[in-house]
């Protein structure tokens, strides 16, 4: 079953956004989501993760402090809230699943699965 990411959009360099991910016909609430993106031209790259229970919580050093991932387990969906966007930001934005039921999350696109299209997020100057 693929997840769904949505939310992307155009938005001016400082702006926000947020990001949703859920996924209908399965269950999200025991596994670890990652966000992840891919820029053009550019590899797929890691960019936040919540552990399954919630308590943990893991970003890339180049959006620590301006991006947010929060879950709301009753609702099947994660968040990614994108504050003081950047140029580079720019890129299509993929949710995944862990691989592991209630363990631990990784940076490694290879540990998830459900891949969905993703949701273009445009910074402009």
């Known amino acids: 079953v693929q997840l769904q990411a949505c939310g992307g959009g155009l938005v001016q360099a400082g702006g926000s956004l947020r990001l949703s991910c859920s996924a209908s016909?399965?269950?999200?609430?025991?596994?670890?989501v990652g966000w992840f993106r891919q820029a053009p031209g550019k590899e797929r790259e890691f960019v936040a993760a919540?552990?399954?229970?919630?308590?943990?919580?893991y970003y890339v050093d180049a959006v620590k402090g301006r991006f947010t991932i929060s879950r709301d387990n009753a609702k099947n969906t994660v968040y990614l809230q994108m504050n003081s966007l950047k140029l580079e930001d720019t890129a299509v934005y993929y949710c995944?699943?862990?691989?592991?039921?209630?363990?631990?999350?990784?940076?490694?696109?290879?540990?998830?699965?459900?891949w969905g299209q993703g949701t273009l997020v445009t910074v402009s100057s």
């Open positions: 995944a699943a862990h691989l592991t039921y209630r363990g631990l999350v990784t940076s490694n696109t290879r540990d998830y699965d459900g």
């Open positions: 016909g399965r269950t999200l609430s025991n596994y670890g």
């Open positions: 919540i552990k399954w229970s919630a308590d943990s919580t």
